[in-house]
C-alpha cells in the first residue's frame, strides 16, 4: 500500500505507518462485551485484535520545522514482546517509512508524544550495534504534557505496565524532554487539544488550515469501533472522564468541521464525524491523499 500524503496550509502532512500489533480484545473495549465488539473487529485465537500503529510526520513550510507526531512501538523488544503482541515490521517500520516520503532520521527537528505508552513512544529508542539505548533522533526536543510526564515519573501500578523502562529511561537521561502546557501552540496553525481521560495530559495534536482543520486523535479515538461514548478502553485510567473528552472533542469536531486522523485504526487512517455527540458516526472516510 502506498503512505498518503497533504498539503494542509503551511504544513505538508505525510503518514507513517511503522507496523501492526495485536491487544487483548477485551481490554480494548473495557465493558463492552465480546459479543459486540467481535461483530465489528476480527479477533485471533488468542482473542487478540489487529491494530497499526500509524504516526505523522509534519514538514512546515513556514518555520522549517519538521515534526514527528509519535514514534510507534520500535524494535527494541524481546522475543517474549513481541510474541504477546505480535509484532509485524514486515511490510513498514517508522525507517522505512521515513525513507518513502524522502527523509532521514536526522530531518526530524521535533519529536511531540501524545503521551507515553510503549506503542507511542518506543520508536524514539533503540539500540545501537553494541546494544546500548540510544535516541532515534537525538538532536530533537521532545515534547510532552506537564501533566503526563509527572504521571510517566510516579505511575500508578495499573498504568505501569505501559511505560517500559527501556523507553522512558534513555529519554530522561538523555535531558530532551521538553515540556507544554494546555494552550500550547507549537507554531501558528499547530496547537493541542488535552484530554485526561485515558492518561493524565494526553496531548492531541491540531493542524488548521484555514476552515479545514485535523486532529491527531491518539488515544482518544483509537478506532472507528471505539465512536460510540461507552466503547471505552479498559486500559483508560479515568473512564469517565474518558467519556466527558469524547462528548467535548465530538462536538467540537463536527462544529468546527474537524477530521480525525486515527493512530491505530487498521482500515481507516482519516474520518469525518456525523450526526451527533452523542451517537457520532463515520460521515466520511478517506486518507491524507483525499485532501
Ligand atoms: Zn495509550
Redesign the pocket.
Same mark, same amino acid.
Given at each position: 500500500m502506498a503512505l498518503s500524503k497533504a498539503q494542509f496550509g503551511n504544513f505538508r502532512l505525510f503518514t507513517l505507518e511503522t507496523g501492526t500489533f495485536r491487544l487483548d480484545g477485551g481490554s480494548m473495549f473495557g465493558v463492552v462485551p465480546k459479543t459486540l465488539w467481535s461483530r465489528q473487529l476480527e479477533c485471533d485465537e488468542r482473542n487478540r485484535v489487529l491494530l497499526t500503529a500509524r504516526v505523522l510526520l509534519v514538514h512546515s513550510t513556514a518555520t522549517g520545522r519538521v515534526y514527528l507526531i509519535d514514534s510507534g512501538i520500535g524494535h527494541k523488544s524481546g522475543e517474549k514482546f513481541q510474541k504477546i503482541y505480535e509484532l509485524d515490521h514486515s511490510a513498514y517500520t517508522l525507517e522505512s517509512s521515513l525513507e518513502y516520503h524522502g527523509f532521514r532520521a536526522s530531518d526530524i527537528s521535533d519529536v511531540v508524544f501524545t !503521551?507515553m /505508552?510503549f *506503542? /507511542?513512544c518506543g520508536g524514539a529508542v533503540k539500540h545501537d550495534p553494541e546494544g546500548r539505548p540510544v535516541l532515534t533522533f537525538p538532536q530533537a526536543p521532545h515534547w510532552v504534557h506537564t501533566a503526563h510526564w509527572d504521571n510517566v515519573l510516579n505511575p500508578n501500578e495499573r498504568e505501569i505496565s505501559?511505560f517500559l523502562p527501556e523507553n522512558i529511561g534513555p529519554l530522561q537521561e538523555s535531558g530532551q524532554i521538553r515540556l507544554v502546557d494546555d494552550g500550547h501552540v507549537y507554531e501558528p496553525g499547530f496547537e493541542i487539544v488535552v484530554v485526561e481521560g !485515558?492518561?493524565p495530559g494526553?496531548q492531541l495534536p491540531l493542524f488548521t488550515d484555514g476552515d479545514r482543520h485535523l486532529l491527531f486523535a491518539? *488515544?482518544l479515538v483509537p478506532t472507528t469501533v471505539h465512536l460510540p461514548l461507552p466503547w471505552v478502553m479498559g486500559?483508560d485510567t479515568r473512564p469517565l472522564l474518558t467519556l466527558e473528552d469524547k462528548k467535548r472533542v465530538f462536538g467540537r469536531c463536527i462544529r468546527e468541521n474537524i477530521l480525525l486522523y486515527l493512530e491505530h485504526d487498521p482500515h481507516n487512517e482519516l474520518i469525518r464525524l456525523g450526526d451527533t455527540p452523542q451517537r457520532p458516526s463515520v460521515a466520511w472516510a478517506g486518507t491524507l491523499d483525499d485532501l
Open positions: !503521551h /505508552h *506503542d /507511542h505501559s !485515558h492518561t494526553q491518539a *488515544d486500559f
